[in-house]
């Protein structure tokens, strides 16, 4: 297997900055199928395919310039040049090139909760790569460049229902969005600690993987998910997608469990809301929950529903994944 830089020489043309400055903005996305370990490590490829739906208007703007030292800035303040986000960042802007860049990103979703704020951070520095070094890079390739950063990231480039099917072809592992709208599905985000994480989500996968006896199992399971969700997408079944998107989810969060030492990302408020969102579908309203690597929820419901739901979650913040609404993509005010 190649390792990074000759894999990236293959998929674009290196070459000087064409312009002086460049922005992008990404969405987050959310995982109803999981992307939970890795076959490899130097290119980030799956162990099992993952199924994603973006966040719209919640992500990341990432605004670069040429610049006669590297600096970051997340939302507004200075990284320190040995925090772990400064070195994380130009380890992979390094992949691309020797100029010095000022890197300011803004995000529009909490950083580091469980919340993809890597995934939409890493496709937005990607796109705007793209632009400062004028690749004209096709988004199937961009995808794959951003996978590089972050794996959940390669899902991060389009808005909508995105899948990462590929696991063993790193030419072909890419996010490639799904032809389906949705217009009554709804997201509601239950933050309930933005504080970052105490273990990192690629900490976390690897730590699962190498020591949870259940972690193969899950990987089976899960196979069976992505092919149920994507079936339940294309027909617009939201119960068959909504419960196999809880599955995922609650059973990743058990193979955790079994890792040595466990890894536990839920916290008391996870587990009152969990038995909550289980009362409301008791008496008939249908919404069901994912988790990620953090203690807050995600909801999926139809409009419909919106109204018991907000009366049952006072917090919670609505996302219309579909909104026709226009985006600002530009620039990191
Ligand atoms: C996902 N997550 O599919 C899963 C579910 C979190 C829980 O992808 O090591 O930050 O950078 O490839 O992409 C988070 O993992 O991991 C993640 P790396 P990443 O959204």
Redesign the pocket.
Known sequence: MIDKKSYINKLVQLKAPSVNNASAYAPS???L????G?KNLEL?L?TTP?L?ISLRDRGSHAKLSLASQNLLSINGVNALSDSPSFKRTFDFVNLFTSEKLAVHSRNTIPTAA?L?S??SY?AALVMALNKIFDWQAPISTLSCLA?L?????C?SLQHGFVK?FNCDDPWQSYGELMDIQWEELRIGLLIFDAKEKAI???Q???HTQKTSPFYQTWCENSRSDFVLLHKAIEQKNFTQMGETAEYN?LS?HAVMLAARPAIIYSQPTTLQAVSKVHELRSAGVEVYLT????PNLKLLFLKKDLNAIQAAFAELEVINPFSTVNLIDNGVS
Not at 33 to 36: A, D, G, I, L, R
Not at 291 to 294: I, N, P, V
């Open positions: 996305n959310i995982a199928c999981k992307y939970w890795k980030n799956p993952s994603s469980g993809a890597s995934a890493f996978r950063g972050s794996g959940s990231a899902r990462w990192l989500s690629r976390a996968m690897l989810a990743l988790q990620d690597a953090g």
